[in-house]
Nanobody
Framework: VQLQASGGGLVQPGGSLRLSCAASGSIFSGDVMGWYRQAPGKQRELVAAITSGGITNYADSVKGRFTISRDNAKRTVYLQMNSLTPEDTAVYYC??????????????WGQGTQVTVSS
């Protein structure tokens, strides 16, 4: 699986951005698609994830501001980000998490897209 992310950029505080991530190769119904981010000097953290059935999980810091969605036919995952703050500044990575055997997952990563929130 190869992942191509797009949609990052520079936005003012309070603004919005929409990230997209298209997968090439097979995406299975059991694959979880999601977004992670990594700010300078910090560890990579989960932002949001979604199953093929539409079950979602969000980091507490983005609940109510970010919305993840997924188009299974297009093998694409989106992240709508509203009410952005400087604390959202990071490189955002799309991810596919695939169950290989019970308790063992394989992660596929996109190349990352920079989101900068600044006035």
């Amino acid at each position: 699986v190869q992942l191509q992310a797009s949609g990052g950029g520079l936005v003012q505080p309070g603004g919005s951005l929409r990230l997209s991530c298209a997968a090439s190769g097979s995406i299975f119904s059991g694959d979880v698609m999601g977004w992670y981010r990594q700010a300078p000097g910090k560890q990579r953290e989960l932002v949001a994830a979604i199953t093929s059935g539409g079950i979602t999980n969000y980091a507490d810091s983005v609940k109510g501001r970010f919305t993840i969605s997924r188009d299974n036919a297009k093998r694409t995952v989106y992240l709508q980000m509203n009410s952005l703050t400087p604390e959202d500044t990071a490189v955002y990575y799309c991810n596919v998490k695939r169950l290989i055997i019970p308790g063992t997952f394989r992660d596929f990563w996109g190349q990352g897209t920079q989101v900068t929130v600044s006035s």
